[in-house]
């Protein structure tokens, strides 16, 4: 074997380890739970008139990326539905690793299953880290700024990470960026300065239509740096969660399953109109 060889997989280890946006993957080919979450039967209100689709992140899954922010949406009157995408052959439970392109395919087809089932116009996307960015190109190249009202990006990867650094060891070994392309490809498109991300970025970040919320943590240490999160466009609102609470010590895996105060944000851009002002007083909500 090449000595390189050698070094980049445990540099592929720590990569894949990083990323890791959810808690270990006990329940991910179970059912999601059925008391409101992944409901078909449930018709969204007049005052949430539009069904909320999760949108998991890398190694994460449509069950337990989201114990925390589904039931805390269903409470509050939501129709919530969250979908598995990316999935690699012969890579059971970990998702989100797949081509982002093909995986945004996966992603309408879901909003279109929710929609025929909620009867509803429109959707409104959550997404945490690729979820909060692979969206953006089902929106932009795959017709769904038409389907989609709002989308809300918890610690998304909209412009590339360095992942602290890491990544801008892969010119040091030769063709371990072809082989991150090849074995984990979902992981390689999030590489700052890879061709899918400046294909999705190109000519902005946004499209009409759509409103942008992003959420984000400064002590994020797998999309680095931090502000590479924040997008650019005249319906967006980018937020840092240490500007509404200094006390927030959420970093990227937290962010997304447990902080209060982002679920609180979330839901302010879910319903603008009911939106209230969120402080550390939110952890308590």
Known sequence: MLPWKRLIRPLAAVLLT??????PATTAEAAAPSSGWNDYSCKPSTAHPRPVV??????????DNWLALAPYLVTRGYCVYSLDYGQLPGVPLFYGLGPIDKSAE?????????????????????????????????????GGA????????????NHGTTMSGLTNLLPYFPGAQDLLTTATPGLADQVTGSAFLAKLNAGGDTVAGVHY????TKYDQVVTPYSSQFLTGSDVHNVLLQNLCALDLSEHVAIGLLDRIAFHEVANALDPAGATPTTCASARG
């Open 146 to 157: 038409a389907k989609v009202n709002a989308l809300v990006g918890i610690a998304p990867n």
């Open 213 to 216: 919320t992003v959420i984000a």
């Open 54 to 63: 999760l949108v998991h992140g890398t190694l994460g899954n449509s069950v």
């Open 106 to 142: 996966q992603l309408q087809v879901f909003v279109d299953k929710v929609l025929a089932a909620t009867g509803s116009a429109k959707a409104d996307l959550v997404g945490h880290s690729q979820g909060g960015m692979m969206p953006r190109y089902y929106l932009k190249f795959l």
């Open 18 to 23: 990083a990323t890791v946006g959810i808690v």
